[in-house]
T-cell receptor, first 116, second 116 residues
């Protein structure tokens, strides 16, 4: 399967714990995005990388959130000291860059976080 | 910045009936427009997109959407729906930028339920 893969698919944690999600993009895609989706809402942009550089971060991304993409391949999204409000589906997407990039994103199936 | 409004959160319709899912957007610059579909327990998938040229775009499974610049709309239609079309549909927009586009802004989604 050459699609975007995310791990774990489900994570249940207690408030105050740290969690980390991993995303493996489509191999030839140099752009990687993280979105968050809560119940009844559309995905909300969190951050994106071009290769290993984090080029943009949403104000939704508080200091407890950090994302990395070492070597421009897979990415991790870490949430420290989780709060109940962090419960959501965390989506990863990838795309190509370049003048012919039309903004079409390829999404993974998401990592669902439940904070108790 | 861009924004997307999907006026209907839920649309129930009987099988073989026509359906229209409404989408309006706001942007100070030219945009690309997308419809994504999310089937139960699956990731978001691109359904169709408007980039340029003909304002009427079609998907492989019979959906179509028409870009109306004066009304800033991109409504999704299908003349005859099937049970398998039951899913959540998201309208999305991204700004045309010099070079390449970046993040998508999504609407809150419309749950289409096709009834037998």
């Amino acid at each position: 399967d050459t699609g975007v893969s995310q791990d774990p698919r489900h994570k249940i944690t207690k408030r105050g714990q740290n969690v980390t999600f991993r995303c493996d993009p489509i191999s030839e895609h140099n752009r990687l995005y993280w979105y968050r989706q809560t119940l009844g809402q559309g995905p909300e942009f969190l951050t994106y990388f071009q290769n290993e550089a984090q080029l943009e971060k949403s104000r939704l991304l508080s200091d407890r959130f950090s994302a990395e993409r070492p070597k421009g391949s897979f990415s991790t999204l870490e949430i420290q000291r989780t709060e109940q409000g962090d419960s959501a589906m965390y989506l990863c997407a990838s795309s190509r860059s370049g003048t012919w990039n039309t903004g079409e994103l390829f999404f993974g199936e998401g990592s669902r976080l439940t904070v108790l | 910045a861009q924004s997307v409004t999907q006026l209907d959160s839920q649309v129930p319709v009987f099988e073989e009936a026509p359906v229209e899912l409404r989408c309006n957007y706001s942007s100070s610059v030219s945009v690309y427009l997308f419809w994504y579909v999310q089937y139960p327990n699956q990731g978001l998938q691109l359904l169709l997109k408007y980039l340029s040229g003909s304002t009427l775009v079609e998907s492989i499974n019979g959906f179509e959407a028409e870009f109306n610049k004066s009304q800033t709309s991109f409504h999704l239609r299908k003349p005859s729906v099937h049970i398998s079309d039951t899913a959540e549909y998201f309208c999305a927009v991204t700004a045309r930028l010099s070079g390449s586009a970046r993040q998508l802004t999504f609407g809150s989604g419309t749950q289409l339920t096709v009834l037998p």
